[in-house]
């Protein structure tokens, strides 16, 4: 079983659209977690750490569910420029990153 | 100026090459990665390195070695390239002291022909 799964994607939505990812991890032990962007052909960018509590950036609000390993993002208000592909990513000695999906915003 | 940088950004090269791919960093970060990315398979770590005397193999390390020069230089070879080689590589850094973030370089594409 791969560490980290997300789904398969893509997702194609209209701007202004309210878009969930999901993700589950396999590693219990796991301690720490972030979602990453990235744009085509580019760097893996830092979007936001996941906390247990839940956190929210902006448009951006990031859950960790540690019973279920399951970590999720919404972005809300969806912008053109959100179109990339986002990683969600858990730390063990290194990091275990998912294979991402991409998301396309419309207008 | 970039925090991570790497060289070349554009490589090809023959099979059987020797070929070093090179990461410098100005973050003051002790970690160093190398990661390649292929389409459909995601990021896979080849080597990491938590200070310059400690190199670690990742989950890819076959025909690939490392070498940390100082705490901000970490370099990829391929001793004889081959085409399964040809992927997107990038070098991250991180603080660690309790703390995971990565950060990236923007990438280095190579094609082994």
């Known amino acids: 079983r791969k560490e980290v799964e997300q789904d398969p994607g893509p997702f194609n939505v209209p701007e202004g659209a309210t878009v969930a990812f999901n993700c589950t991890y396999s590693?219990?032990?796991?301690?720490?977690f972030f979602w990453y962007r990235q744009d085509c052909r580019k760097e893996p960018k830092l979007l936001m750490s996941v906390y247990s509590s839940g956190n929210e950036d902006g448009r951006f609000t990031a859950q960790l569910n540690r019973a279920s390993q399951y970590i999720s993002l919404l972005i809300r208000d969806s912008k053109l420029s959100d179109s990339a592909t986002y990683l969600c990513?858990?730390?063990?000695?290194?990091?275990?990153f998912g294979k991402g999906t991409s998301l396309l915003v419309t207008p | 100026d970039a925090d991570v940088t790497q060289t070349p950004r554009n490589r090809i090269t023959k099979t059987g090459k020797r070929i070093m791919l090179e990461c410098s960093q100005t973050?003051?970060?002790?970690?160093m990665y190398w990661y390649r990315q292929d389409p459909g398979l995601g990021l896979r770590l080849i080597y990491y390195s938590f200070d310059v005397k400690d190199i670690n193999k990742g989950e890819i390390s076959d025909g690939y070695s490392v070498s940390r020069q100082a705490q901000a230089k970490f370099s990829l070879s391929l001793e004889s390239a081959i085409p399964n080689q040809t992927a997107l590589y990038f070098c991250?850094?991180?603080?660690?002291?309790?703390?995971?973030?990565?950060?990236f370089g923007p990438g280095t594409r190579l094609t082994v022909t």
């Open positions: 991250a850094t991180s603080a660690g002291k309790g703390t995971y973030e990565q950060y």
């Open positions: 990513v858990v730390a063990g000695y290194a990091l275990n």
């Open positions: 973050k003051g970060h002790d970690r």
């Open positions: 590693n219990s032990a796991s301690q720490s």
